[in-house]
C-alpha cells in the first residue's frame, strides 16, 4: 500500500495506466480531506493490452496516516450539483467518485480552483426508465461558472461509449485533478512556494468485460485528459 500511494503521488498519468483506480468514500461534503490506498480484492481489472493489472479503492484516512495524501472532494448525489472553489496551494488533488453518467466541470480562478460535480436524471418518454437530463446539466454549470473565463467540462457523451465490451453500458469513469507544480502536464515534481498553479485534469475509463460475472470484472480502455 505505501509503495502505490507514493507512486499515485509522484506520477498520476503514469499510476493511472497500470492501475484501476476506485473511490470508495461515502462523504457528503466539499472538502480537502487525506486519503489512502487500499487493494480492492473483489475487482479484477485487465490493463489496455489484457494483462492483469492492481486495482486499489481509494479511502478515507486519518491525517496522522503515513502513507497519505491531501485531496478535494466533489461528492455525488442525484439530482443535484455541488460546487465550491478551495486554494490551490492547499492540495494537489482532486477526487469525485466514479462517473457513469454525470458532469465534471472546473475552472482556474487565480489564486483559487472552482469545481463542480452535476447529476440530473429525467424521463423524457415517461416510461419509467430514467436517463442523463444533459440539457438540465448543462444549465447548472453554465450557472455556477456565469463569470468570465473558460470552463472545462467532462460530459457523459464525452466518455460513454456506444456500448461496452457486452454490448451494454458498463463503462466505469475515474477523474483526478491533479495540480501542475512544474511543466510536467502531471505535476509530479515538489510544489514550489507559488500559489498560483495551472491544475490539469485526468480520467481513467473503464469497461466491463466481455466475459464479465459482474460488475468487477474490468478492462481499462484508456487515460485521458480534459
Not at 455541488?82 to 465534471?104: K, M, N, Q
Request: aromatic share 10%.
Amino acid at each position: 500500500m505505501f509503495e502505490a500511494v507514493e507512486q499515485f503521488i509522484a506520477n498520476p498519468g503514469h499510476f493511472l495506466q497500470r492501475n484501476a483506480l476506485i473511490p470508495k468514500v461515502n462523504l457528503g461534503a466539499l472538502r480537502i480531506e487525506h486519503f489512502t490506498l487500499r487493494p480492492a480484492p473483489d475487482v479484477h481489472c485487465l490493463g489496455t493490452d489484457g494483462s492483469a493489472i492492481p486495482a486499489w479503492e481509494v479511502v478515507l484516512t486519518p491525517p496522522t496516516t503515513v502513507a497519505s495524501f491531501q485531496a478535494f472532494w466533489v461528492p455525488y448525489s442525484g439530482e443535484r450539483g455541488y460546487s465550491d472553489s478551495f486554494a490551490s496551494a492547499d492540495c494537489r488533488f482532486v477526487l469525485t467518485p466514479t462517473l457513469d453518467g454525470c458532469t465534471i466541470a472546473y475552472r482556474q480562478e487565480a489564486d483559487r480552483l472552482r469545481v463542480g460535480h452535476y447529476n440530473f436524471t429525467h424521463d423524457p418518454a415517461d416510461t419509467g426508465t430514467r436517463v442523463i437530463d444533459q440539457a438540465t446539466i448543462d444549465a447548472r454549470v453554465a450557472a455556477d461558472f456565469a463569470a468570465p473565463g473558460p470552463v472545462r467540462r467532462l460530459r457523459k457523451p464525452d466518455y460513454k461509449l456506444a456500448t461496452d465490451l457486452r454490448g451494454g453500458e458498463g463503462v466505469q469513469v475515474t477523474v483526478v485533478g491533479v495540480r501542475q507544480d512544474s511543466d510536467d502536464p502531471l505535476g509530479h515534481s515538489p510544489a514550489p512556494s507559488a500559489t498560483v498553479f495551472p491544475w490539469n485534469f485526468l480520467y481513467q475509463k473503464r469497461q466491463i468485460r466481455a466475459d464479465a460475472r459482474g460488475w468487477n470484472d474490468l478492462q481499462l480502455s484508456g487515460v485521458h485528459t480534459f
